[in-house]
């Protein structure tokens, strides 16, 4: 999606994204990763595509679901709650415009100013209706 300056929705959306980009943004490193040769092999960084560093807004922390089950007789009477961690990183739609590549599940994320070097790929792209992209992420090892 290609934001329309002339149009005064499009402008106030940048001024705003603009905004909680220069209060919140993070630099972020996305590496394309090549596909894997066998269903077992972890993915290599694609030799061809550069890393792109762009700022985002990364969130995280704790979330938690329950899971219901089926009672059978007393063996059985309640939920089971389970909790983890929901890690996102937000791109505004003007970044995600001059991206240099599409990004895809299985890319590597990292941040590499942050005070922990955690690494993550990406689980799901979740494009929006206004051309942001949210990023869910999975912690994994570099």
């Known amino acids: 999606m290609v934001m329309d300056l ?3 929705f499009d402008r106030l959306d940048r001024i705003v994204s603009d905004a909680v980009n220069r209060g919140f943004a993070v630099v972020a490193r996305i590496q394309k990763m090549a596909p894997a040769r066998s269903g077992l092999a972890n993915p290599a960084p694609d030799p061809d595509v550069a890393p792109w560093d762009i700022r985002g807004v990364h969130s995280s922390g704790p979330s938690k679901a329950a899971l219901q089950g089926k009672a059978r007789g007393s063996d ?3 939920a089971t709650e389970v909790q ?3 890690s996102t990183l937000w791109i505004k ?3 995600v415009h001059d991206a240099p590549f599409a990004v895809a599940v299985g890319d590597r994320v990292s941040f590499p100013f942050a005070a922990t070097p955690n690494a993550y790929r990406v689980a799901r792209v979740q494009p929006t209706d206004l051309g942001d992209l949210e990023l869910v992420l999975t912690e994994t090892k570099l």
Request: charged share 10%; no cysteine; aromatic share 8%.
């Open 93 to 95: 739609a003007i970044d």
């Open 6 to 8: 002339s149009n005064p």
């Open 76 to 78: 059985f009477g309640g």
């Open 84 to 86: 983890g961690q929901v």
